[in-house]
């Protein structure tokens, strides 16, 4: 078995395993946010490192890549907001007249910040959306969180998930990335991804923040093709997946299949 995509072995680090992230945007938040000012580094299971600004979390809607700006127009019904940090797709949505919505998030300090904000947010991840929620007509997967399907073994139990909290006819609007690169650092990880038998945008990460670092955990990402075969077994059927400059980032647009599987053509997808 190979061993690129597990957490690397026998390396020294002085880190603690905690809530990094959420102690980023809480200090971000306290601070005011402003670009520059906290950083977290994201890890990847080969080593390789990126830098993310926390100001992203606070970014104002004429900041935010076409893909999300597109989701704020197809919101409707009442709202969950899975994974949604400090809250800016939920402060967007209530801007726009949206005010029955609910966002959920694995970490304490996202919460934390997001309810100063005024917002409704409570702890849970997508795997666990909380028992207390009630159902939506729409699911936002904003801001690249199409990831947290996390694997092709995790993906199908986090859709039933989803369909739990969904009432008929429900909609998810999810941004997606499309992995395929031509940069060596990244197209290395996904060859031996294949040679693994995994997808070759799966990956296995952790972020740190000072002296915290989260435990290891996947994220999925899936060209719209992909996402279409993946989705062909689930609760859910793809409408379509736009994809909006450069970027590589994309709108997904799923739907909840009735009981009997969908049979009405294929979605619209990037070209």
């Known amino acids: ?20 992230y959420g102690q980023m945007l809480v200090d971000a938040f306290a601070a005011g946010p402003r670009r520059g000012s906290h950083r977290q580094v994201i890890e ?3 080593g390789y490192v990126s830098v993310e600004d926390a100001y992203r979390y606070f970014s104002h809607y004429e900041e935010w890549v076409e893909a ?3 989701a704020m127009t197809k919101l409707r019904g009442r709202i969950l907001d899975v994974g ?3 809250g800016r797709h939920m402060l967007e949505a209530r801007q726009r007249g949206h005010t029955d919505i609910i966002g959920i998030d694995p970490s304490a300090g996202a919460v934390d910040v997001a309810c100063a904000q005024g917002l409704d947010v409570r702890l849970g991840s997508v795997q666990e959306p909380g028992d207390d929620l009630g159902t939506f007509d729409t699911i936002l997967l904003l801001g690249g969180n199409l990831g947290l399907l996390g694997s092709l073994d995790t993906a ?6 989803l369909a739990r909290v969904a009432r008929p006819g429900a909609q998810i609007l999810a ?6 690169t031509q940069a060596e650092e990244h197209s290395s990880y ?9 997808l070759p945008g799966q990956v296995l990460m952790r972020v740190r923040y000072g002296s915290l670092a989260s435990d290891w955990f996947g994220r999925l990402m899936l060209s719209a093709t992909e996402l279409h075969t993946l989705l062909e077994s689930s609760p859910w059927k793809l409408r379509s997946a736009g994809s909006y400059g450069p ?3 994309y709108l997904a647009h799923l739907e909840l299949r009735d009981e009997t599987p969908d049979q009405d053509g294929s979605p619209e997808l990037p070209a």
């Open 1 to 20: 078995m190979s061993t690129a995509f597990y957490p690397p072995s026998g390396r020294i680090s002085r880190v603690t395993v905690g809530d990094g």
């Open 44 to 46: 990847r299971s080969d």
């Open 68 to 70: 999300e700006q597109v």
């Open 84 to 86: 949604c940090a400090a």
């Open 156 to 161: 199908s139990a986090v859709l039933r998930s």
């Open 175 to 180: 941004n997606g990335h499309d992995p395929y």
């Open 190 to 198: 996904h060859a031996e991804n294949r040679r693994a038998g995994r």
């Open 247 to 249: 970027t590589g980032f």
